[in-house]
Nanobody, 116 residues
Framework: QVQLVESGGDLVQPGGSLRLSCAAS????????MSWYRQAPGKERELVAR????????NYADSVKGRFTISRDNAKNTVYLQMNSLKPEDTAVYYC?????????WGQGTQVTVSS
């Protein structure tokens, strides 16, 4: 069983930056593709960024390209999401996801609020 614990969410002003972290409690972390999703109030959960198990393949939602960077440290069983130039529309609960078919795990989420 994989446990994912997100951290780093906070209240930040527009234009600010945050770094989210997701720590996984399994030694086979390196076998999983890792993703960040977000869900804003009244909206469906959406994919923000995904990184392959080796880190060799990454994709981003169009809305965050050029502003967000996903990375992983397989030695620390941790995936990160660096968020720059934050906008009010980035306000959401951000969830970490680990996937290695047929397994699919989610964290509890961390709140990011972008407001002046």
């Amino acid at each position: 069983q994989v446990q994912l614990v997100e951290s780093g969410g906070d209240l930040v002003q527009p234009g600010g930056s945050l770094r989210l972290s997701c720590a996984a409690s399994t030694f086979i972390f390196r076998s999983y593709a890792m993703s960040w999703y977000r869900q804003a109030p009244g909206k469906e959960r959406e994919l923000v960024a995904r990184i392959s198990s080796t880190g060799g393949w990454i994709n981003y939602a169009d809305s965050v390209k050029g502003r967000f960077t996903i990375s992983r440290d397989n030695a620390k069983n941790t995936v990160y999401l660096q968020m720059n130039s934050l906008k009010p529309e980035d306000t959401a609960v951000y969830y970490c996801n680990a996937r290695s078919s047929p397994y699919d795990y989610w964290g509890q989420g961390t709140q990011v609020t972008v407001s002046s």
